[in-house]
């Protein structure tokens, strides 16, 4: 079974960092792009990056360009993103996926940013 | 960016009757390989979003062939035969042609 994990998330302030981080298990990891995708509350969803299988390609939205930073280690089958300089509009959920012709997504891990 | 612009619905529907929701994307989404990159999407509440449709009219695995996407380069529509009450959610329609990989804003669908 497929399953995808965030963890990491929290109450910060604004102006800090947090890193989140996505377990996967049941698929070969090594062999898919990952994203991160955010909602923030009562909001829809905002894609905001993508990394190739092999850390080859990262691609980011603009909102978050330059503040986040999207790697990963196949070895550990785990996603990161890493949020640098953290504002109240970062406040969402934060969901990893693999989203091909099937998809497949975390639980979601809220990050609430507020002083 | 692309920007994709999504309508609203007449909510409620009534139960049994058809929903179609559209999708209109600011560049052709049609590639030239022939495909149509939008994905459609369902997020029913309190849940992960679940990928409905992709390539503009194929359903996804396991999804009920209720769910049916059309549509051009630039104009997409996305019909739902007899709604029921597990169809209930936002859809959300998705760009996978260029970065960023924008979404539509949403579209509600309750039911009567």
């Known amino acids: 079974e497929v399953q995808l994990v965030e963890s990491g998330g929290g109450l910060v302030q604004p102006g800090s960092s947090l890193k989140l981080s996505c377990v996967a298990s049941?698929?070969?990891?090594?062999?898919?792009?990952m994203h991160w995708i955010r909602q923030a509350p009562k909001k829809g969803l905002e894609w905001i990056a993508l990394?190739?299988?092999?850390?080859?390609?990262?691609y980011y939205a603009d909102s978050v360009k330059g503040r986040f930073t999207i790697s990963r280690d196949n070895s550990k089958n785990t996603l990161y993103l890493e949020m640098n300089s953290l504002r109240s509009e970062d406040t969402a959920m934060y969901y990893c996926?693999?989203?091909?012709?099937?998809?497949?997504w975390g639980q979601g891990v809220m990050v609430t940013v507020s002083s | 960016d692309i920007v994709m612009t999504q309508g609203a619905l007449p909510n409620p529907v009534p139960s049994g009757e058809s929903a179609s929701i559209t999708c209109q994307s600011s560049?052709?989404?049609?590639?030239?390989?022939?495909?149509?990159?939008l994905n459609w999407y369902l997020q029913r509440p309190g849940q992960s979003p679940q990928l409905l449709i992709y390539?503009?009219?194929t359903r996804a695995s396991g999804v009920s062939d209720r769910f049916s996407g059309s549509g051009s380069g630039t104009d997409f529509t996305l019909k739902i035969s007899s709604v029921e009450a597990e169809d209930v959610g936002v859809y959300y329609c998705?760009?996978?042609?260029?970065?960023?990989?924008?979404f539509g804003s949403g579209t509600k669908l309750e039911i009567k």
């Open positions: 990394i190739y299988y092999d850390s080859s390609n990262k």
């Open positions: 560049k052709s989404l049609l590639h030239s390989n022939g495909k149509t990159y």
């Open positions: 049941g698929f070969t990891f090594s062999s898919y792009n």
């Open positions: 998705q760009q996978f042609l260029e970065y960023p990989r924008t």
């Open positions: 996926a693999r989203i091909t012709t099937t998809d497949y």
């Open positions: 390539w503009m009219s």
